[in-house]
């Protein structure tokens, strides 16, 4: 089944020592997301990706960064994760064929990032 | 600016009750789209339904059923008969012909089925 997939589904790193998540998908979907969800709240978009045009959020702190090297695969990088930044990391994907097209995001199961 | 308002956080029932979700939405777009996802405990955001501005006819899935009134700008969405495997967070959204396929999204309504 297409789907998108992320690992891991758990995640556990100290304080500082840096982190990346994985997302891969198989709807070649030209753009993908990472949001990031905190207890009790709705997604916060982190940024996106418009095919190889990376989109970031005003108000992304530096400290996540984003990777994406082909069209199946995108990383969301955590330099140094700080106790504020454990949260469920949702990775997102929409067709996009163009880019302010409206699509619908479809999300993988997230990954559960806890930081000690 | 965009906003979803969902003002249930949380609503509670009993198995085989009838239950509303309300969401209001604010937009200057012409053309959006609204959206509903659920989330149940393991996480992961479930597409439920998508409906355009221009496209006012009720919809009916199974146990679901979405009305959209463009009066209220309101889409609510009722599950018939619940079931203990309704209990998520359910999200309503919107994007439209100047965010794109930008989400924005209410705060979540959490819904507890109760057997």
């Known amino acids: 089944d297409a789907m998108v997939i992320q690992n891991p589904r758990y995640q556990v790193t100290q304080f500082g020592k840096p982190v990346t998540l994985s997302c891969s998908q198989t709807l070649n979907h030209n753009v993908m997301y990472w949001y990031q969800q905190k207890s009790s709240q709705a997604p916060k978009l982190l940024f996106h990706y418009y095919d190889k045009d990376f989109n970031n959020e005003a108000d992304t702190p530096d400290n996540f960064q984003s990777r994406r090297p082909n069209t199946s695969f995108c990383f969301l990088d955590i330099r140094s994760p700080g106790l504020g930044d454990a949260a469920m990391y949702l990775c997102?994907?929409?067709?996009?064929?163009?880019?302010?097209?409206?699509?619908?995001?479809?999300f993988g199961p997230g990954t559960r990032l806890t930081v000690l | 600016a965009q906003k979803v308002t969902q003002a249930q956080t949380e609503i509670s029932v009993v198995e085989k009750e009838d239950v509303t979700l309300d969401c209001v939405y604010e937009?200057?777009?012409?053309?959006?789209?609204l959206f509903w996802y659920k989330q149940p405990p393991s996480g992961e955001l479930v597409f439920l339904i998508r409906?355009?501005?221009?496209?006012?006819q009720n919809e009916i899935s199974g146990r679901y059923s979405w009305n959209f009134q463009k009066s209220t700008s309101s889409f609510n969405f009722t599950i018939t008969a619940s079931q203990v495997v309704d209990s998520a967070v359910y999200f309503c959204a919107l994007s439209g012909e100047t965010s794109g396929s930008r989400l924005t999204f209410g705060e979540g309504t959490q819904l507890t089925v109760n057997p």
């Open positions: 409906r355009n501005s221009f496209d006012e």
């Open positions: 997102a994907t929409s067709r996009g064929d163009y880019p302010l097209s409206t699509d619908t995001q479809y």
């Open positions: 937009t200057r777009d012409t053309t959006y789209y």
